[in-house]
């Protein structure tokens, strides 16, 4: 069972910065597929980024540009760098990691096992 824990959330203005960090406990990362989702007041989750096992990262067309996820295996977690930020990035975000080993990350929720408690983003305009 992996444990998800997220961080860095915060109230910020439009186009500034903001990084989240997702710790990992109970198993390893490096092997695993992660991911992190959004979801806002009334929407549904919808997919942000994923990091493939290998590394290999995808984002969606809406953050692609501005945000950048990343691993750092060593300290068994993954962050994402948020910059330009818009009142439409708000929402909670949460961090996922999938269940089974070395796949690559997609955009399907279902694809993720383990889900964290989500970290609240808050951009004023």
């Known amino acids: 069972q992996v444990h998800l824990v997220e961080s860095g959330g915060g109230l910020v203005q439009t186009g500034s910065s903001l990084r989240l960090s997702c710790a990992a406990s109970?198993?390893?990362?490096?092997?695993?597929?992660m991911g992190w989702f959004r979801q806002a007041p009334g929407k549904e989750r919808e997919f942000v980024a994923a990091?493939?096992?290998?590394?290999?990262?995808t984002y969606s067309d809406s953050v692609k540009g501005r945000f950048t996820m990343s691993r750092d295996n060593a300290k068994n977690m993954v962050h994402l760098q948020m910059n330009m930020l818009r009142p439409e990035d708000a929402a909670v975000y949460y961090c996922?990691?999938?269940?089974?080993?070395?796949?690559?990350?997609?955009?399907?929720?279902?694809?993720?096992?383990?889900w964290g408690q989500g970290t609240q983003v808050t951009v004023s305009s």
């Open positions: 996922a990691a999938d269940k089974s080993l070395r796949r690559t990350g997609t955009a399907i929720d279902g694809q993720y096992d383990y």
């Open positions: 109970g198993g390893i990362i490096s092997f695993r597929a």
């Open positions: 990091s493939g096992w290998s590394g290999g990262v």
